[in-house]
């Protein structure tokens, strides 16, 4: 099956010679073609050009062409959502409202929410009753956008729990055209029972949960949330050596509450990213230059409880690069929206348009080791890409914030709306 759109008013994010991410200054670049055309076969990019050089297809609908006619409509690479924990069941709005009168993430969490409240739900919940609930969430980030999505595990916090999300994101995989990539997140907070014994739940995650999710082969990353209150650089240290052994690599989060060396750790371990960064300073950033992790910000979770936003012009200028993502999670950022997360690009971090789209298109795909494949609309690449409702420029796109600018969404080469996830 071969799919051409035509009469684009511009497609957006081309590259003639793939690059795997894109730093500093040229973050502020985006090729784009005015007035063009894309040809798809099977789940791949073909080819693209200007509309008057447009070949003739015509011998080609002897293999079943479908053509869409764009009408001046813009086409996009679809968003890549590097980092998420979407699979949880229940939702923590309660919490919210404590939020709302005052208390802080960190409180919530030292009195038993937070984590440990999604820890608790997600016990109580089947693999089908996870399955059932991502769905939807799974369905939404797609009509939004979105093409490929990291997923975490990490509201198990035992073996089985554990072993129980991972098993529902391999599941989902096959109920959904979106790409896929499972994080194990089994340090994502320390249980009541261990309360005063965390290095015996370090002791769980590296000897019996990292054996079991490697031998189902279930994870392709390993993360720890390095943080105060929650696990110390020499807990990240134990877990990802271990992790590394049975080939999973690092993508942590790192400096979300402060200066806490996560970003130097993961660096160590060679992070494929370091995620949050709200406290980098000088030396965090220094430490990143020069370095293969990718600095991934996630503005959804700063804005919604309302902390610093990290210093990421700060980042770019020193040549930095930068991918965005939406965190997706019940705690802080129900939301996967990453048109939103572009519009805050912009805003809350004075990013431009092009620095925006590149942080969440190739850079974000960078982040979940996808860039290759996913991230630009380049020929050999898969064929993941939406068409605007009719809107003048990309500019457009961050400007516009809070509205859906998606109108057509093609995920491995076919056109995905109507279809059930
Ligand atoms: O990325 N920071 C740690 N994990 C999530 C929050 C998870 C939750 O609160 O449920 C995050 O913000
Ligand atoms: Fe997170």
Partial sequence: MALLIKNIREL?????????KVSGQEMAKLKTIKDAWVYIEGDRISDFGKMKEIPDFSKAWGMKMKVIDAQERMVFPSFCDSHTHLVYA??????????????SYEEIAARGGGILN????????????????ALPRLQEIMMLGTGAVEIKSGYGLSVEDELKMLRVISRLQFMTPLKLIPTFLGAHAVPLEYKGRQSEFVDVVINEMIPRVAAEELADYIDVFCERGFFSVEDTERILTAGM???MRPKIHANEMYYSGGIQVGVKYNALSVDHLEYTGEAEIECLLGSETMPTILPGAAFFLGMEYAPVRKMIDAGLPVAMASDFNPGSSPSGNMQFILSMACIKYHMLPEEAINAVTINSAYAMGLSEEYGSIAVGKKANLFITKPILSYEYMPYAYGSNKVETVILNGEVVNGQQP
């Fill in 12 to 20: 957006v994010q081309v590259e003639n010679k793939p690059k795997l």
């Fill in 90 to 103: 229940g939702s923590r709005e309660i919490e919210y409202i404590d939020k709302i009168r005052g208390l």
């Fill in 118 to 133: 999604s820890a608790r739900r997600l016990h109580e919940a089947s693999e089908e009753d996870l399955v059932t609930q």
């Fill in 245 to 247: 052994k049975y080939g």
